[in-house]
Nanobody, 122 residues
Framework: ELHLAESGGGSVQSGGSLRLSCAASGYTPSINYMAWFRQAPGKEREGVAT????????YYADSVKGRFIISQDGTKRTWFLQMNSLKPEDTAMYYCVASGGWPPGYSPLDTWGQGTLVTVSS
């Protein structure tokens, strides 16, 4: 069984930076995609960024391109989301997701963390 735990959330002023981490424990060989999603109050959950576990492939939502960077340590056990130039509209609960298939986050077989809150004040 796979478990994910996020860390690194917090409160920051507009223009600031935060780095989120996701730690995976348990069975990880089936992970092919590692992703970050977010859900703001009153809004639907949205995919933010994805990285492939074994290839230099990344995906970013248009809303974060040029500001956020997803990376992973090559072990399928840790991945990160570096968030720069944060805006108030980035305020949300951020979740890490591990998936065997594309797109991540939409299969009942995907694994989700519990989330970490990011608050950006103006």
């Amino acid at each position: 069984e796979l478990h994910l735990a996020e860390s690194g959330g917090g409160s920051v002023q507009s223009g600031g930076s935060l780095r989120l981490s996701c730690a995976a424990s348990g069975y990880t060989p089936s992970i092919n995609y590692m992703a970050w999603f977010r859900q703001a109050p009153g809004k639907e959950r949205e995919g933010v960024a994805t990285v492939h576990s074994a290839a230099p492939l990344t995906y970013y939502a248009d809303s974060v391109k040029g500001r956020f960077i997803i990376s992973q340590d090559g072990t399928k056990r840790t991945w990160f989301l570096q968030m720069n130039s944060l805006k108030p509209e980035d305020t949300a609960m951020y979740y890490c997701v591990a998936s065997g298939g594309w797109p991540p986050g939409y299969s009942p077989l995907d694994t989700w963390g519990q989330g970490t809150l990011v608050t950006v004040s103006s």
